[in-house]
């Protein structure tokens, strides 16, 4: 049975009345007694009529021989009594009140003389809660000095947090400033991006020096290298060579020609700056490679005449024609080729994209007018660098369908997209097996035929090469000569200006032109037709 339990038992009552004999029980002690009682190891008598109706001759009301006779009855009718305003100790449950206390000392004694608990029982709870009420202020107080230096530890944490968390956006905007700077830095001295798609190799900038200075290039490793061998800024350089899939400003002009054939041919003329920077890298650059020897187009000293004049006298003529020639040579092959030369993959791509154009179509879009990418990056047509751009690319091509051609008794020259081919007698049997050859290889080297432009001449009729006649000798057509020649004959009644009749601008340096190219295939009728023009001039 619990303390408490015991206490309400006391008030309440127990369920069974305990035995009061033997009161040298276990509890091995007696009720302390009052001043002038007896002692507490004998009996106690039960009072008289004149000792319950005299008052109480102690000065202490509470003392033990006051309640000794008292029956459970009187002794809660006297506990009903204390008012319990009076006390701070009713309903308390965090400490045990003290024995001053006159409800928690008639509640010892009752506790004694029911034999519950014993006075050193009593004694011993007392002394705990005395020990209590003395020390639990100081336990309060420890506690709140330890919140306090938590408080203080709280609070010097969050400092230091608050510190270093101010440190680090100090240093953060000092990396970010630091960072800014040299990125404007690198920008006015470096490029580290060109577009999406063309820009992965801007960061290797190794070149092979050796490989360059033997075939006389100049050394560009880095795209500064390449500003500086323009004479312009990395600013403009960028400008030329940013790839973007639609711009608001093109490096190129674009407009239509028509051709021979019908139809319309797309040709883009690049900006004066962009003209400027091509010619840099044809003269300096390309120029310096030599093309292969079946090229015969855009070369120095080789022409239409170069490329015509093994085909003469052959039995048989085969021509062919490649199919969009220049958008098939592409950004990456450019690239690949000006590696090939020597060149780091940096300055590299910047060649390849001062050199390259994507088809472009005007679209206006909330009073914009944007040029939007149309196709792949290529060669343009217009540009001054790509001709040659085109026979280095065709260089292994080339060697190729030499070795073919040769192997089976053939010639074989290229004059830009057309290739030819040509046959002594005894070779009409193997044309099959040259296309075939021929088409095999050009699939694999990354060009295709022109399904429409494919001419078979044998001697039996006119072969033509190049816009030349090849059967016995070297010879222009025959009815451009008879449209010069009547030009010149009834010019002498009329005046050149007179026969003009199609239009032609500038008709008189066409008619030159004309007559100079009519001199460079057949020496001997250009003569004649020059002096006929210059007698009509003077």
């Not at 052959?314 to 020639?325: G, P, Q």
């Amino acid at each position: 049975m619990g303390f408490w339990d015991k206490v309400k038992a006391f008030f309440v009552g127990p369920p069974a009345e305990p035995s009061v004999a033997d009161d040298d029980s276990e509890s091995g002690s007696s009720p302390p007694p009052a001043k002038g009682s007896r002692s507490s190891t004998q009996a106690p008598r039960a009072p008289s009529r004149a000792a319950e109706s005299a008052p109480p001759q102690s000065a202490d009301s509470f003392a033990a021989g006051e309640i000794l006779g008292l029956s459970a009855k009187d002794m809660r009718a006297r506990a009903l009594k204390i008012n319990p305003y009076h006390t701070a100790w009713i309903g308390r449950i965090d400490t045990i009140p003290p024995q001053s206390d006159e409800r928690t000392a008639l509640i010892d004694r009752g506790l004694i003389l029911r034999g519950l608990l014993s006075k050193s029982q009593i004694d011993e709870i007392h002394r705990v809660g005395d020990i209590w009420l003395r020390h639990h202020d100081a336990a309060k107080l420890a506690e709140a000095v330890a919140a306090a230096k938590a408080q203080r530890a709280v609070d010097d944490m969050r400092a230091r947090k608050a510190e270093e968390k101010r440190r680090k956006k100090e240093e953060a905007a000092q990396r970010k400033a630091l960072r800014a700077e040299q990125v404007q830095r690198r920008r006015e001295e470096d490029i580290v991006f060109l577009g999406r798609n063309v820009s992965a190799s801007l960061a290797d900038r190794r070149s092979h020096v050796e490989k360059l200075s033997e075939a006389g290039l100049p050394l560009l490793a880095t795209p500064s290298d390449v500003a500086k061998a323009l004479g312009i800024t990395i600013r403009q350089l960028r400008w030329l060579c940013f790839h973007a899939e639609a711009a608001l400003k093109s490096h190129y002009v674009y407009f239509e020609i028509p051709k021979r054939t019908g139809g319309t041919r797309l040709l883009a003329a690049p900006h004066r700056h962009l003209a400027q920077a091509q010619r840099w890298v044809l003269d300096n650059i390309l120029r310096r490679i030599s093309p292969s020897e079946p090229a015969h187009g855009f070369v120095a000293q080789r022409s239409t005449v170069t490329a015509a004049a093994p085909h003469v006298g052959m039995d048989v003529v085969v021509n062919l024609d490649l199919k969009d020639f220049f958008p098939t040579i592409t950004f990456p092959r450019v690239r690949g080729l000006f590696k090939s030369m020597g060149y780091s993959p940096a300055s590299a791509t910047v060649l390849a994209l001062l050199c390259t154009e994507c088809p472009r179509t005007p679209v206006d879009h909330e009073g914009l007018r944007y040029w939007v990418a149309a196709g792949e990056r290529a060669l343009p047509q217009g540009a001054c660098t790509s001709p040659a751009i085109s026979n280095l690319v065709g260089r292994k091509l080339d060697r190729r369908l030499v070795g073919m051609s040769t192997k089976m008794g053939w010639h074989y020259t290229r004059y830009a997209d057309d290739l030819t081919f040509s046959a002594p007698a005894g070779h009409r049997e193997a044309i099959g097996i040259l296309l075939a050859r021929v088409r095999h290889i050009l699939q694999e080297e990354g060009f295709q035929l022109h399904p429409r432009k494919q001419h078979i001449q044998r001697a039996a009729r006119r072969q033509q090469v190049t816009g030349i006649v090849v059967n016995h000798k070297l010879a222009v057509p025959r009815e451009e000569v008879r449209r010069l020649r009547a030009i010149l004959h009834n010019a002498r009644r009329t005046g050149l200006a007179a026969q003009n009749r199609d239009d032609i601008p500038h008709f008189e340096s066409w008619l030159q032109g004309k007559i100079a190219y009519v001199q460079m295939v057949d020496a001997e009728l250009g003569r004649k037709l020059a002096e006929q023009y210059r007698a009509l001039t003077g």
